[in-house]
């Protein structure tokens, strides 16, 4: 054996920095392969000359000639049985650890290796993409053959397997067409998937790789390199702050732009893969029944729609000269109520040969679409298809605009365009709760139209859809409710969490904009299928009970034309000793002898517990100052009820002790980048003007503010404090009518200081 240089030579080199025209030589199909020659040279200047019987084996990215800049390398060190394996592999691995690069590794003979593959899916798949690097080429090329042959041979036994394995895969990390920050690798549609393709196409079982898909392949490729670029390091998720630099170097004009393209990319391997998926389960299917190719099962579903081998296609009477405008309408209806596909041929014969839908449309069209928004689990698949074959455009001109938009805040998951369809699946859940179900639905899906577009998206969108609802053929008085619908979908949200819902002004204006208890009845049930289609930090327990109280109180006023009397505090905290606490799941009342900072103290304790507060009432009665905290714990965990209990004793005693840890840290604080602003409402509240502040959010933030109110001599009579993602909007009731602009001035300058 020959020794191994003294000095290992040096790994091929990603530039460091650089201008965007240099780093985008390093983006491509040509770039990749020449990390792959690289790379290939290194590993064969490592590799030991003539030692028989072995040879390295490179899968994965290398395998394919796909190597993203910073790219872990996969290796097999293939050998018969020759002497000195182990040596051999550790004067290949040590220098690749030493240089730093990711490696997954295995030492095999040819046996092994098609043994693992033959009951391990991902090993079989990884075999496929393997390629000769240095040693025996004959031992390489035997590897090869064989694998593809065993391949062949098992696939259709591994399939379910690795069917198994990839949608526990994309429930872990989505769809990458529609994530604002999803995993360019491992969510559905991404590189993972193509692979996939590849591999099922390998089989035989289906022409998987067509030229749209290699093309979504390469483009996607092409995203990864820039990524990787741009942060310096391996990354596969595509996230916010990264955009830019990423679009910068596939020159394209911003990172929305990004986002639109990885989604088209992303939305054709993922049909692709459902297709192949398909396939594969009419050939199973077809070899248990011992059925004859070309003998299919059919059976009628709905009109014009029958089943044929496990999907949907056209009744041979639906098929005529001049098709009906609803037809591709009522077979996604049907296909979306019993969750089974519509075939790729059905789908291209629609696309091709359905005629424009009149306006307005006819009623089974109408009645189709409102089957189509309420058909729960089938929906988002059945949506998506159509949208793969240019259906949906032909329906609503204006979904074009609305596909794959971005929504910037961090409180959303989806994209515009899913998230439409998401509130029409989330609202199904409360299709009983309404007397017009059909109109929560169609509400739910047009609630956003008006995004994109300048101005505030619920007096824009609300045209928007009122246009669509006249087109789609409802009538006025239905138009009309689906417009106030979108115009006023964040009333009840907004309200619930930023108004004092004691205020009998705040259900007065509530009642007189929202005007009848059938209208409410829909804007509830629309704010929380909205709200869980936005994602985990647009929703909570406690956002779901405030709105539940706000309907209720609502109600009652539009029933009786009487407002709701106030709660009053409890009895204890009235005539009990002082000072007392009251601990109640996420509810804590505290009354002390009235003083001052009492609000902004027992805000810190509360900080200082790690609970944050989502509302707070204050007041003073017989000279007890009682303040009411709603609250949830920051990370997930019970506060100690004992240890918080003793705190809120001390602090309403006026021991300043217990706050002074929280103090200089939150005075410190300081949380991100945008201005914050003050906003003043003097008409919205009984005996109180409201100031909103709206700020990025920071730890002891409530103590800051309750402090400077305080300080600067203004009464807090209750707050609400309403966090989204990063965010806050804060509503603080001061006591008085504060008419005087110079006053006002005076506390927001306050504010603004401690924030």
């Given at each position: ?14 530039p460091?920095g ?40 490179a ?59 033959h ?19 004959n ?39 529609f ?19 590849r591999a ?36 596969d ?16 004009d ?5 986002l ?42 709905a ?6 081998d ?37 789908s ?19 009645a ?31 979904w074009?605009?609305?596909?794959s938009?971005?929504?910037h ?27 017009r ?34 087109r ?8 009309a ?11 009840l ?19 007189g ?22 994602g ?28 709701p ?23 804590l ?6 003083r ?45 009820p ?37 906003v ?17 959010d ?6 800051r ?21 990063g ?29």
């Open positions: 054996m020959t020794p191994m240089p003294s000095e290992p030579p040096t790994p091929p080199q990603v460091a650089g201008s965007l025209d240099k780093l985008r030589e390093h983006i491509g199909a040509a770039a990749r392969q020449d990390r792959a020659a690289a790379l290939d040279a290194w590993l064969g200047e490592l590799f030991p000359a003539h030692v028989p019987g072995v040879s390295l084996v899968v994965g990215g290398l395998g394919r000639r796909d190597c993203a800049p910073y790219s872990d390398l996969d290796l097999v060190l293939l050998h018969n049985g020759a002497a000195g394996i182990d040596r051999i592999a550790a004067s290949l691995w040590y220098p690749i650890w030493d240089a730093r690069l990711g490696l997954d590794h295995s030492v095999r003979t040819l046996p092994e290796a098609l043994s693992v593959a009951d391990d899916v991902k090993v079989s798949l990884g075999l496929l993409d393997a390629r000769h690097v240095a040693g025996d080429k031992l390489t090329a035997e590897l090869v053959a064989a694998a593809g042959d065993q391949w062949r041979r098992t696939a259709v036994r591994l399939l379910p397997a690795l069917k198994e394995l990839t949608v526990a895969r994309w429930a872990s990390h989505g769809e990458l067409a994530l604002l920050e999803g995993d360019l690798k491992e969510a559905a549609g991404g590189l993972r998937d193509v692979t996939i393709l099922v196409g390998r089989a035989g079982v289906a022409d998987t790789m067509r030229p749209a898909v290699r093309a979504a392949g390469l483009r996607l490729l092409d995203t990864r390199d820039a990524l990787h670029l741009a942060v310096g390091r391996r990354v998720r595509l996230v916010a702050q990264e955009r830019t630099a990423v679009a910068e170097l596939l020159e394209l911003d990172g929305d732009a990004l639109r393209r990885v989604a088209g990319d992303a939305r054709t391997v993922a049909h692709a893969l459902d297709d192949a998926w398909r396939a594969v389960d009419r050939l199973r299917s077809g070899r248990r029944r011992g059925l004859p190719t070309g003998t299919p099962s059919r059976r009628p579903v009109r014009d729609v029958v089943e044929q496990g999907e949907l296609v056209l009744a041979r009477t639906a098929i005529g000269p001049v098709p009906d405008p609803s037809l591709s309408l009522r077979v996604a209806a049907a296909a979306a109520t019993v969750q089974l596909p519509i075939a790729r041929a059905t291209e014969w629609l696309a091709s040969f359905s005629p424009p839908l009149p306006t307005p449309w006819p009623p089974a069209a109408r189709a679409l409102v089957s189509l928004l309420g058909s729960g689990p089938g929906l988002l698949p059945t949506w998506e298809t159509c949208d793969r074959y240019g259906l949906i455009d032909a329906w609503l001109p204006e074009a605009r609305m596909r938009l971005p929504q805040h961090p409180i959303h998951r989806f994209t515009l365009d899913r998230h439409l369809v998401q509130a029409a699946y989330e609202a199904t859940a409360y299709a009983r709760e309404v007397d179900p059909d109109l929560l639905l169609i509400g739910a899906f047009l609630h956003d139209v008006g995004k994109g577009l300048p101005g505030d998206h619920s007096v824009v969108g609300a045209p928007i859809a009122a246009e669509i609802a006249t789609i053929g409802l009538p006025p008085a239905d138009v409710t689906i417009e106030k619908l979108v115009r006023l979908h964040l009333l949200p907004d309200v619930a969490t930023r108004r004092d819902l004691s205020d009998p002004m705040t259900i007065s204006s509530v009642a904009t929202v005007g009848d208890p059938a209208t409410l009845d829909l804007l509830h049930a629309l704010a929380r299928a909205d709200s869980q289609a936005t985990p930090a647009a929703w909570s327990d406690w956002k779901g009970r405030l709105m539940a109280e706000l309907v209720d109180r609502v109600h009652t006023a539009l029933d009786t034309g009487e407002l009397e106030p709660p009053a505090p409890d009895a204890e905290l009235l005539s009990g000793d002082l000072p007392a606490v009251h601990l109640d799941g996420d509810r009342a505290v009354a002390a002898a009235d001052r900072g009492l609000l902004a103290a027992v805000a810190a304790c509360l900080a200082m517990h790690r609970l944050d507060v989502v509302g707070a009432n204050a007041s003073t009665v017989d000279g007890r100052a009682i303040v009411e905290f709603f609250t949830q714990p920051r990370y997930g965990s019970p506060y100690d004992v240890a918080l209990a003793a705190d809120l004793r001390r602090v309403a005693a006026g021991d300043v002790s217990v706050t002074q840890r929280v103090r200089a840290r939150a005075m410190s604080a300081r949380g991100g980048t945008a201005s914050p602003r003050v003043w409402q003097r008409d919205v509240a009984t005996d109180a003007a409201v100031l909103e502040l709206r700020a990025a920071s730890p002891g933030l409530l103590y503010v309750a402090t400077a109110l305080d300080e600067a001599g203004a009464e807090v009579r209750a707050a609400r404090i309403s966090t989204l993602g965010d806050v909007v804060d509503a603080f009731y001061l006591v008085g009518s504060w008419a005087d602009a110079a006053e006002r001035d005076r506390v927001t300058a306050a504010v603004l200081g401690a924030v």
